[in-house]
């Protein structure tokens, strides 16, 4: 059976490549995903610590999590058609200065 270890491991293991994702790639769409690798193992380390002690309170922030999730999505690719649209690029190098 496996233990909070096990579940512990995987979400460090998620949030470290979400992270690398967000750190290194240059690509609007590319960042947008490890934003939700990181927010899907710290919903998984939630879930877990919430099993384990036998409480709800983790399973509700898990459901608040997954909806902030849910509308950083939606936000975050209405904002990148939008910037699609006027820039014709997706490089976050690109975009680095606001057209007034």
């Known amino acids: ?5 096990h579940y512990l491991a995987l979400s460090l ?3 470290t490549i979400g992270l690398a994702g967000v750190l ?15 927010f899907n ?3 998984i380390s939630l879930a877990a610590f919430s099993y ?16 902030v999730a849910a509308a950083e999505v939606a936000i975050g690719l209405a904002l990148l ?5 006027t820039r014709r690029a997706v490089n976050v190098d690109e975009l680095n200065e606001m057209k007034g």
């Open 1 to 5: 059976m496996p233990t909070i270890t």
């Open 13 to 15: 293991i998620l949030f």
């Open 24 to 38: 290194i790639r240059r690509n609007i769409i590319i960042v947008l995903m490890s934003l939700e690798l990181i």
């Open 41 to 43: 193992s710290v919903n």
């Open 52 to 67: 384990f002690l036998q409480s709800i309170n983790g399973v509700v922030f898990v459901i608040f999590s997954i909806t």
């Open 81 to 85: 058609v939008t910037v699609y649209r």
